[in-house]
């Protein structure tokens, strides 16, 4: 394996040698859109804004993703590039690198929405975007080759099976009772907490999340497809408003790293937000009468 880590600080050298103050800002704004800010922003946008059933499929299976990313970096626990060679470093992170995050959660997010971009855009996009963001934690010298080709195999690999075996997944949880479906979900938590306790974070939005859309598939008829761009412009803004006073709220109250109860009111917290995004923020539009009502079904 040292030899192939080796091999992987040659190649991130030769990437280097093109490097310039101008191309190296570049590849920081672009390696942003492999960040979790950019899918904390733009999930609740599919979600509040153009289809709220794919909008709770989709972030469900990238919060699959991501889960098995973190838990893999534990178990490989395979340094960076810049633990062998600073010289390669033009960035830091605080976790291992193998399999890369952006990688992975890029090539989730680009190959679940590729069947809703027009033919061929939608595959175009699944396959350069990811390819580009993992280019760029290369050039960055943060991540080695063969992280990102682990991460964009493993990314696409839970796009392929979201696309594949979503409808009946979908089907099949639907025909369960509502507590079932939470059982279920507070299940697959407490194996993800259980998996890894290092980082509750993604347990938690995932228990949070889906729960909210098991209340909101039961319970309400929120149509994200609803209302004219002004409505979904306040929609998001609502929302986003929400989702920030939860995270920056909980977190003034919360243990700091390495406190009694931290992973606790982590997962709190970030459970607060999914359940917010699912059900607390489509409740809010339309109480505030920002989206309309699904047709009653049968």
């Known amino acids: 394996m040292e030899g192939v ?10 990437i280097q040698t093109v490097a310039s103050p101008g191309l190296t800002a570049v590849m920081r704004a672009l390696t942003l859109m492999g960040s979790e800010y ?8 599919l979600f509040w804004c153009v289809d709220e059933r794919y909008g709770a499929r989709f972030g469900l299976v990238f919060l699959l993703s991501s889960f098995v990313n973190g838990w893999l970096k534990v178990v490989f626990a395979q340094p960076r590039p810049y633990h062998l060679d600073p010289s390669v470093g033009m960035g830091s992170e605080s976790s291992y690198g193998l399999p890369s995050g952006h990688s992975q959660g890029s090539a989730t997010f680009w190959g679940l929405l590729a069947p ?12 350069f975007m990811p390819i580009l963001i993992g280019f760029t934690r290369l050039y960055l010298g943060v991540h080695f080759p063969t992280d990102v080709f682990l991460g964009l195999a493993l990314g696409w690999a839970f796009a392929i099976a979201g696309i594949v075996l979503g409808d009946r997944a979908a089907r099949l949880l639907a025909s369960w009772n509502v507590r079932v479906r939470i059982l279920l979900a507070a299940a697959a938590a407490l194996a993800m907490n259980a998996l890894h306790m290092e980082d509750t974070s993604v347990s938690g939005i995932f228990f949070g999340t889906a729960v ?17 761009f002004g409505q979904k412009a306040l929609r998001l803004a609502v929302g ?10 909980v977190k003034l109250v919360a243990p700091g790293s390495g406190e009694p109860l931290y992973a606790l009111f982590r997962f709190v917290r970030y459970a607060l937000v999914g359940a917010w995004v699912s059900y607390g923020a489509p409740w809010a539009f339309m109480r505030l009468k920002l989206a309309g009502a699904r047709p009653a079904e049968g």
Not at 38 to 45: R, S
Not at 118 to 126: I, N, Q, S, Y
Not at 212 to 228: K, N, T, Y
């Open 212 to 228: 909210g859309a098991c209340f909101l598939f039961d319970r309400l008829r929120f149509d994200a497809s609803s209302g004219g």
């Open 5 to 14: 880590l080796e091999w992987g600080v040659e190649v991130i050298r030769a």
């Open 38 to 45: 950019f899918y904390l922003i733009f999930l609740p946008i």
């Open 240 to 249: 986003l408003a929400g989702v920030a006073a939860i995270y920056f709220g």
């Open 116 to 127: 809703r971009i027009r033919r061929p855009w939608g595959l175009v996009l699944a396959v």
